[in-house]
């Protein structure tokens, strides 16, 4: 069935086209921008915009408990798999990647409304950082055992866990896990089979074990170091040689507490690191406390534009185009294109003028579907 939309103006990912511009869309995906006779569908003064690429989420968790529980059974935590995938669909987010679950459960939740990207449980040493999810894994044999074996499981994107963190009793983000060459070998392993590789880490030593394994995409990137951030500008540029995406993980809901001297820091670091060219991309972590729920990724958005020094059409591209690239999809998502899935958003007014016009959601579309 073919349908075409109408709006007062289209963001198509990375440039803003005006003059009530058309989308069509024919099975689940965007054909041409004429209408060509159909009756037309016209959202009015909105602005349609892919829809968001989350590109890191913990679906699994409760943003109110307790990540480190895992004791629900599987039934429970799938509920809230698709309980907190429709809140990041109501948000305008048709794209989620999920960054660590227990036992594959996302897998089974294809049908939560957002499309589902899925790592499965984090590849993690022995009591390491999500450890309770049931990753673990030592040494160059036990880390090519597990990445084939979520290769077999039939993942989306091998998370591994480069450094320690800080919601792990006992495990420092300022920690390295897993040497360059273990981080090699999933990298080889993954590859062989088309998989990407994002790797989670927090502290300079693990970021450039990372980098100098050839990953695809790491996750934080903060460069903790005890007392504060200590970038290493070396790596940064190696990042920016090698193309490695930077999911900053960044997003969040407003919150009262005031900023600190090293949030501040950080944020100053990570627009320094644009300066240089490093692929920023918005994400959230959403899952693991009350201020990162499913819906925060727009926030993220606005916060690039403000603080980070993005223009606004680079902001918008940070959790469209360039989110589906660094998650390996960008051939069929984060763009209004033809060819590309008909997942799209409307929002009141311009974001291109105002950011904020991100949280003022009018239409959401799935594969062609109104879902909102």
């Not at 997003?251 to 944020?267: G, K, Q």
Request: proline residues 5%; charged residues 20%.
């Amino acid at each position: 069935m073919k349908q075409a939309i109408r709006a007062a103006r289209i963001f198509d990912g990375e440039r803003e086209i005006t003059g009530e511009p058309v989308v069509v869309v024919a099975d689940g995906k965007i054909v041409s921008t004429d209408p060509a006779g159909l009756p037309v569908i016209d959202l009015g003064d909105v602005t349609l915009l892919p829809g968001l690429v989350d590109s890191h989420v913990h679906l699994a968790f409760d943003p109110f408990g307790v990540a480190t529980d895992q004791t629900d059974p599987d039934d429970v935590v799938l509920a809230r798999i698709r309980a907190n995938a429709l809140e990041a669909l109501q948000a305008g987010i048709t794209t989620v990647r999920d960054l660590g679950d227990r036992g594959y459960l996302t897998l089974q939740a294809s049908d939560a409304g957002p499309e589902v990207l899925v790592s499965g449980p984090p590849v993690t040493t022995t009591g390491g950082h999500c450890w309770f999810l049931g990753g673990e894994a030592d040494g160059l044999d036990g880390v090519r055992a597990a990445v084939t074996e979520r290769v077999e499981r039939g993942v989306d994107v091998v998370k591994i866990m480069a450094t320690g963190g800080s919601i792990t009793p006992g495990s420092s983000p300022f920690d390295q896990q897993y040497t360059t060459e273990e981080l090699r070998a999933a990298v080889e392993i993954a590859h062989a089979a088309g998989i990407p590789v994002t790797v989670h880490a927090h502290a300079s030593t693990g970021i450039k074990a990372a980098v100098d394994a050839g990953v695809d995409s790491i996750e934080h990137a903060f460069f903790l170091a005890p007392g504060g951030l200590a970038v290493d500008w070396d790596t940064v540029d190696t990042l920016v040689r090698k193309e490695i995406y930077v999911s900053t993980t960044t997003a969040r809901r407003p919150t009262a507490e005031p900023a600190t001297p090293v949030s501040l820091t950080l944020r100053e670091n990570f627009g320094r690191m644009r300066e240089r060219g490093v692929r920023l991309v918005c994400s959230s972590d959403a899952g693991i406390g009350p201020f990162k729920r499913f819906d925060s990724l727009p926030h993220g958005v606005i916060e690039f534009g403000e603080l980070l020094g993005f223009s606004t059409a680079d902001a918008l591209a940070s959790a469209t185009s360039v989110a589906a690239r660094a998650c390996g999809i960008g051939d069929r998502k984060g763009r209004i294109a033809p060819g590309h899935d008909a997942d799209l958003l409307a929002v009141a007014g311009n974001p291109l003028q105002d950011l904020s016009a991100l949280l003022d959601v009018r239409a959401v579309f799935r594969n062609g579907e109104r879902v909102v």
